[in-house]
């Protein structure tokens, strides 16, 4: 991968809120772009069962039920970007979660002569947000998804990932702001005609 993203791979990170089907569409895009799929909880999952090293460290910290620190984060996603399915490009679920945690995954890219080429922004009223999350609940029984914790979701997501959603409009300015109302396949069509014309012409959709 050469620097910039301007080689064969490209690094693209996926935000979407909580009922966004983020979930779903993550797969999607890293078959249809032939990127991997980084997942911050399943890597950090993977050092624990690996016992590496950097396991080791977030083990005891996972098992304790409180947040990995950030730069320790950095450190485990920089560790699994070595793995040989990143190498022709890699797409980012669930980091960076914060600002700060963008700041550090921009320095450690640089540091390697790569940069974020583009971040895909899953965008849903919060009012269907809302619908989709207590249905979900009910269907799946899962009494802890109430209206006042969905609402809590909702504004958590708000404060902390509005802020990497503009800090990369102005330092990356390839952003695709995605309709994610509609069906899957409707929102999946609208992944690929804005990234592909991305590529093309470098422009945020």
Not at 50 to 59: A, D, F, I, N, Y
Not at 98 to 109: F, I, R, S, V, Y
Not at 133 to 140: I, M, N, S, T
Request: charge should be negative; proline fraction near 5%.
């Amino acid at each position: 991968m050469t620097a910039g993203g301007t080689g064969t791979g490209r690094i693209a990170i996926l935000f979407g809120p909580p009922g966004s089907g983020k979930g779903t569409q993550a797969s999607f895009i890293a078959t249809s772009f032939n990127l991997a799929h980084v997942s911050t909880g399943d890597v950090l999952r993977a050092q624990v069962e690996r016992h590496t090293e950097l396991g080791r460290e977030v083990e005891p910290i996972m098992e304790a039920g409180l947040l990995v620190p950030d730069d320790l984060v950095v450190r485990v996603i920089q560790h699994r970007l070595r793995d040989p399915d990143s190498h022709e490009g890699f797409l980012l679920d669930g980091f960076p979660r914060t600002l700060p945690q963008a700041m550090a995954l921009d320095t450690m890219l640089r540091n390697q002569g790569m940069k974020v080429d583009t971040v895909i922004s899953l965008e849903v009223p919060r009012d269907v947000l809302k619908d989709r999350l207590l249905k979900r609940a009910a269907e799946e029984g899962r009494s802890d998804d109430t209206p006042e914790t969905v609402e809590t979701r909702m504004q958590v997501y708000e404060s902390e990932t509005a802020p990497v959603l503009d800090y990369y409009e102005h330092h990356n300015g390839r952003v695709l702001h995605i309709d994610g109302v509609g069906s899957i396949e409707e929102v999946q069509r609208r992944i690929v005609d804005a990234y592909l014309g991305s590529s093309d012409n470098g422009a945020a959709a």
